[in-house]
């Protein structure tokens, strides 16, 4: 789970609650299993776009609460994609932040 303050936040809404219970109701299977030939029961819901590249509160809502931008998936697949993102663990914590230092500082500081 994230630290972002935000994105606790966000994760705790009810928009957020209804979303997620909608998704895993039209898919209640893993739709990379589904794509692979596997029938899984999907059981967690993955951000596509990650909700922290959002450098505003705004834009991090934006990202939670899009349909468009969430998918279901078995916990084994959703583990897999984050690992596959480099998004698991200390150096991609780092990393990340470091990228969200970057584009904050060309935003508003250029």
Not at 60 to 79: D, T
Request: glycine letters at 4%.
């Amino acid at each position: 789970m994230s630290k972002d303050k935000d994105y606790i936040r966000l994760i705790h809404d009810r928009r957020w609650l209804r979303l997620r219970r909608q998704r895993l109701t039209l898919h209640p299977v893993c739709e990379m299993c589904e794509k692979e030939g596997r029938v899984t029961a999907a059981v967690e819901v993955h951000h596509i776009v990650p909700v922290e590249t959002g450098l505003t509160y705004r834009q991090k809502a934006e990202l939670m609460f899009s349909p468009s931008n969430v998918m279901a998936l078995c916990h084994e697949c959703h583990v897999r994609v984050h690992t596959e993102m480099g998004r698991s663990g200390k150096a991609a914590t780092k990393r990340i932040n470091a990228l969200k230092i970057c584009e904050f500082e060309k935003k508003f500081l250029t």
